[in-house]
């Protein structure tokens, strides 16, 4: 009889200390790498792809908590850097100073590319011509175009501006043939009215299902682009198509990274391995870009017989 006590007491505790760590699991406020909340920032032109990887990983874990912010390149840098946000989703990589700035706090870097994204040339559907060079795209960012072409970009502080900038190794926007407005939307109706404007916008915005824009979507289409001669691309004319995205002969590509600065292993980090798991490339390859890793397909064959 006392060894059934003994037993009894054992087994009781046993289940009690299970069942608490059940109810741990199921606490929302504990963090951990499918619970808890975490702050994101994110460059505006991938909010939508981050959206989509976000409503996925909800649905399977619904105690996971995102607050995203959306903004311009050099407006969430500097905010990433000094705020306590230590997860951002950016079309480059830290810097050596910044990665360095995160290393004297304790804290190392992961950065994961896991997205491939292409930047959009858009002209009026009313335009004949609509191929264009990266050489004449050059030019025009250097004021040198003896053409009637002019670029329009959403904002100065866009990863997309800075990107063509680095392209054609310059400091400074020439005082002719390149202008900026605030944001896509505004370069979408720019284009339309402006038959002679390009206008300059990301493939993953393009794409997305943009409420109260598909009227406007409607009047614009995609150029082909020729790449540099020796370069991929440069047999003919493509567009940022998801083939031309993935097979890299499309020229203007930007890689998409999620940079986790995280000095613990929380939510996160989960989010940020899960964006590269097989079902987060899988998302990234429905939304139109280019997954960092093409996923193998199973198929299961049955006998008919």
């Not at 989703?89 to 810097?95: A, E, G, I, P």
């Not at 009026?124 to 609509?130: E, H, I, L």
């Not at 989960?270 to 960092?292: C, D, E, T, Y």
Request: glycine residues 8%; hydrophobic residues 40%; proline residues 3%.
């Amino acid at each position: 009889m006392r060894f059934l006590i003994v037993m009894f007491v054992v087994l009781s505790f046993a289940a009690c200390k299970s069942s608490g760590k059940k109810a741990a699991s199921n606490d929302p406020s504990i963090e951990r790498r499918t619970s808890g909340n975490v702050r994101i920032f994110v460059d505006e032109s991938f909010s939508s792809i981050i959206a989509d990887q976000i409503s996925v990983f909800k649905s399977d874990y619904n105690n996971a908590n995102f607050e995203v912010t959306s903004g311009n390149e050099s407006s969430i840098i500097p905010a990433f850097i000094n705020d306590s946000i230590r997860l951002v989703v950016l079309s480059r990589m830290l810097t050596h100073k910044e990665d360095t700035t995160f290393r004297r706090r304790g804290v190392a870097p992961k950065t994961s590319r896991f997205a491939i994204d292409g930047i959009s040339l858009i002209t009026s559907v009313d335009n004949v011509d609509s191929n264009i060079t990266v050489s004449e795209v050059i030019d025009i960012l250097k004021g040198k175009s003896s053409g009637a072409r002019s670029l329009v970009f959403d904002n100065a502080g866009s990863s997309t501006l800075r990107y063509f900038m680095t392209l054609a190794e310059i400091k400074t926007l020439p005082s002719t043939g390149v202008y900026t407005l605030k944001n896509n939307n505004d370069v979408i109706k720019y284009v339309i009215d402006h038959k002679n404007y390009i206008g300059v916008v990301g493939v993953n915005w393009l794409l997305a299902n943009n409420a109260g824009m598909s009227e406007y979507l409607s009047k614009v289409k995609m150029m082909g682009v020729q790449n540099l001669k020796g370069k991929p691309g440069a047999d003919k004319y493509y567009q940022p198509i998801q083939t031309n995205l993935i097979n890299g002969v499309y020229p203007f590509l930007r890689n998409v990274y999620i940079i986790n600065c995280e000095a613990k292993d929380g939510l996160g980090t989960g989010f940020a391995n899960w964006v590269m798991s097989q079902r987060g490339q899988l998302i990234v390859l429905k939304s139109g870009l280019g997954p960092h890793k093409m996923m193998p397909r199973e198929f299961n064959l049955k006998n008919p017989n």
